[in-house]
């Protein structure tokens, strides 16, 4: 598919009603982390910045429409702040357009704008098509947790990509 669709998508924070298009998203998308209502109410409605550990989350826009969505997470008791991409999907006929890596852009940033000189994420490892991705954008393999995920039993692989703290403007309360 066409790159050139790229330039008409935005990313924003998500809200509450968000929350449906959301779970369609996971729906449409089985090898992302299946979360449910209550748990993106619950990162919605409770996580802070001036929490210790801050998640947010984050909506790919395409046609004024919600057609990707990101969970990040920074850990701000440690230093340097430790930051992890939880969760990524785009619906499947919105694939290829960059509202993936897009998405991953954007938890970089604000990963980068909490403090972290890394961000971190997980991945089966029969998950040709999101390391491809994930590669794509800067991440290299830096472990492999065996046996990490079930339903079906698989290995976790863990990826890292470097990125350079600038601060604390996050754009997220
Ligand atoms: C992973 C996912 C979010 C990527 O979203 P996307 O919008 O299709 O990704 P993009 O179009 O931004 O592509 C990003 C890069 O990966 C590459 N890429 C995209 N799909 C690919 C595929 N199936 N195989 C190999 N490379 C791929 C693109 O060429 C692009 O590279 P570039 O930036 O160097 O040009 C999407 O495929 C998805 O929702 N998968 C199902 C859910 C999932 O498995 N999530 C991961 C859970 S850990």
Redesign the pocket.
């Known amino acids: 598919m066409s790159r050139s669709t790229a330039d008409a998508h935005s990313i924003r924070p998500a809200t509450l009603a968000d929350v449906p298009a959301i779970l369609h998203i996971l729906a449409a998308?089985p090898?992302?982390p299946q979360w449910s209502a209550a748990e993106f109410h619950e990162i919605l409605t409770s996580s802070t910045a001036d929490q210790p550990l801050q998640r947010a989350v984050w909506i790919a826009e395409a046609a004024d429409s919600a057609a990707?969505f990101a969970v990040s997470s920074v850990l701000r008791s440690v230093h340097p702040a430790e930051a992890e991409l939880e969760?990524?999907?785009?619906l499947p006929g919105c694939?290829?357009?960059?509202?993936?890596?897009a998405l991953v852009e954007t938890v970089a940033t604000w990963s980068a704008a909490c403090g972290a000189d890394a961000l971190r994420l997980e991945?089966r490892a029969g998950?040709a098509?999101?390391r491809?991705?994930y590669a794509?954008a800067g991440f290299v393999p830096s472990g492999r947790r065996p046996g990490y995920y079930a339903n079906p039993t698989e290995d976790a692989v863990c990826m890292t990509r470097t990125i350079h703290p600038v601060g604390n403007k996050t754009g997220v309360a």
């Open positions: 998308s090898s992302a990707g969760n990524v999907a785009v694939r290829g357009q960059g509202l993936g890596r991945v998950n098509p999101a491809s991705v794509a």
